[in-house]
């Protein structure tokens, strides 16, 4: 596989995707952005924000986006569909093109990912 450069910046990530991809990054990043005051970077080649350290991320894939969050194993009781896995307390829930999250819900995640890194710390320096 071809290992392609990074966005240059959060717009170019966007601007890069095509059709429903685009579309769904385009709505989570609207959501995501209006929820809390968050630093948004391209970080291992996708959209990362953090508040307190990182919070979550959004990845385009071919098949999927990702809508993953590093304390996402305490956000089950706000959307289910978010699968555990990877370092720290990641979840993620994938999106196909026939699926989708609202705006609201979105938000919510967004807002009680955010109320945990102010309350617990960054994720990746919390001691195990």
């Known amino acids: 596989m071809k290992k392609s450069l990074p966005a240059a ?18 709505s989570l990043r609207a ?18 924000y953090s508040s307190n350290g990182p919070v979550l991320l959004i990845r385009a894939e071919p098949e999927r986006v990702l809508f993953g969050f590093w304390r996402g194993k305490r956000l089950l009781d706000v959307e289910e569909r978010l699968k555990p896995g990877g370092k720290y307390e990641m979840a993620t829930l994938v999106i196909r093109e026939d699926t989708s999250v609202s705006s609201t819900k979105a938000r919510r995640l967004t807002k009680a990912a955010v109320a945990l890194n102010a309350s617990l710390g960054d994720p990746t320096k919390v001691s195990k």
């Not at 910046?9 to 385009?26: I, K």
């Open 9 to 26: 910046d959060p717009d170019a990530y966007v601007a890069s995707l095509e059709g429903w991809q685009r579309t769904c990054v385009e």
């Open 31 to 48: 959501s995501v952005r209006a929820s809390a005051k968050l630093e948004e970077a391209i970080k291992w080649g996708h959209l990362v």
